[in-house]
């Protein structure tokens, strides 16, 4: 892919853990070592975290700019995508066409752009389900192409299929016995776009969205919380898209405690 300058990570700036490393990493890359400098070059990598989420990405390992991304929960049969595009001047909000092709195999989808401020333009994330395309895209060999609006970026594939290999595995694996899902159901009259939790009291909140169809009035949607069982009576938090045009969002609002645990379906009202 080509890069002709720093770019701004998704969601963060490109080298804010760079900023406080060591003062080598102010030295011009000729007076840099090689094995530094090949450091510093976006590859693919693979990661875990968060009791069992694997991610592969397309980056630069320890810092914060990755510019696609994809990770599983264990037994989710759903992926999560996040695209950067730092050259489009695309407005937030707008519904954006998306392709993925690689190995003769392609992959279309529609999200709502979000801008990046780091990097002047925006960021896609989306859920997609665990299709066989999907799962040779990403183990195929040879380019991946993203065509975001009409605007293609490539990637080599080369170095991917370890931690691809790896992710994969995760999907694939059994989810684990203390993961909690829950049942939501907006019965308010605005429609919610994210759905917040923390353990009870404590006032540090996980998150996730419906993407960029807010859930609507009357509909229902299955979170999973990790290691939800370990604790099961949580503070919910609720964001509502905005009632004019449905774009994102209103501010964060309590909407109760629940033992989910006791009762895994929780409501919510105006």
Not at 13 to 26: D, E, K, M, P, V
Not at 181 to 202: C, H, I, M, Y
Request: glycine share 8%; hydrophobic share 35%.
């Amino acid at each position: 892919m080509k890069q002709t300058k720093p770019a701004a990570g998704i969601g963060k700036g490109i080298y804010r853990a760079f900023l406080a490393a060591s003062l080598t990493a102010l030295l011009p890359p000729a007076l840099l070592p090689a094995a530094a400098q090949d450091e510093e070059k976006p590859r693919w990598f693979g990661s875990s975290f968060d009791k069992g989420t694997t991610i592969l990405a397309y980056g630069i390992p320890d810092s914060d700019y990755v510019m696609l991304s994809f990770s599983c929960r264990p037994g989710a049969p759903i992926v999560k995508v996040g695209i950067q595009d730092e050259e489009s001047s695309t407005e937030e909000g707008t519904i954006v066409p998306v392709r993925m092709v690689s190995g003769g195999i392609h992959m279309e989808f529609s999200e709502k752009a979000r801008s990046n401020q780091d990097s002047g333009g925006i960021e896609l994330h989306s859920d997609l389900p665990l299709t066989e395309s999907l799962r040779r895209i990403l183990a195929a060999k040879g380019s991946l192409e993203i065509v975001v609006d009409g605007h293609k970026q490539h990637y080599d594939m080369k170095g991917a299929a370890k931690p691809a290999a790896a992710m994969l595995a995760a999907c694939d694996a059994r989810k684990p016995a203390n993961d909690l899902d829950v049942t939501v159901t907006n019965k308010a009259k605005r429609p919610l776009q994210s759905f917040a939790w923390s353990e009870a009291g404590v006032n540090s909140f996980d998150s996730d969205a419906f993407g960029y169809e807010p859930l609507e009035s009357g509909a229902s949607r299955i979170f999973v919380i990790p290691g939800g069982r370990d604790i099961c009576t949580f503070d919910i938090s609720v964001t509502f898209a905005e009632e004019d045009n449905g774009e994102c969002c209103s501010e964060g609002e309590p909407a109760g405690t629940q033992n989910l645990c006791e009762n895994s379906a929780f409501v919510i009202h105006d």
